[in-house]
């Protein structure tokens, strides 16, 4: 099994910042890309930022110059540092890993169970 464990939501008004963590556990041999995905009341869920093990990110063009995702690939934990937060940037936040279990090397895509995050004043 794999399991994710999301951190750092809460309420923050906007101009202000949060950090968002995800710890990934488990039956893991390798973790390829890590992600933050964002979903508001009524609209589809979608990618705010993935960096893979090598390092190379994407970001939405809504979060460019703002968010910033990071790896601690060691750890298993991504981080997403999120500045100048909008009240538009408000959502449920989910983390998600895809890679490979130990012993089958079956592939993975798993995610997390979500974390808040709501801007406003």
């Known amino acids: 099994q794999v399991q994710l464990v999301e951190s750092g939501g809460g309420v923050v008004q906007p101009g202000g910042s949060l950090r968002l963590s995800c710890a990934a556990s488990?039956?893991?041999?390798?973790?390829?890309?890590m992600g933050w995905y964002r979903q508001a009341p009524g609209n589809k869920r979608e990618l705010v930022a993935a960096?893979?093990?090598?390092?190379?990110?994407n970001y939405s063009d809504s979060v460019k110059g703002r968010f910033t995702i990071s790896r601690d690939n060691a750890e298993n934990t991504v981080f997403l540092q999120m500045n100048s937060l909008k009240p538009e940037d408000t959502a449920v936040y989910y983390c998600?890993?895809?890679?490979?279990?130990?012993?089958?090397?079956?592939?993975?895509?798993?995610w997390g169970q979500g974390t808040q995050v709501t801007v406003s004043s």
């Open positions: 998600n890993a895809k890679g490979w279990r130990r012993g089958t090397l079956q592939f993975f895509d798993h």
């Open positions: 488990g039956t893991i041999f390798s973790i390829h890309t």
């Open positions: 960096i893979t093990s090598g390092t190379n990110a």
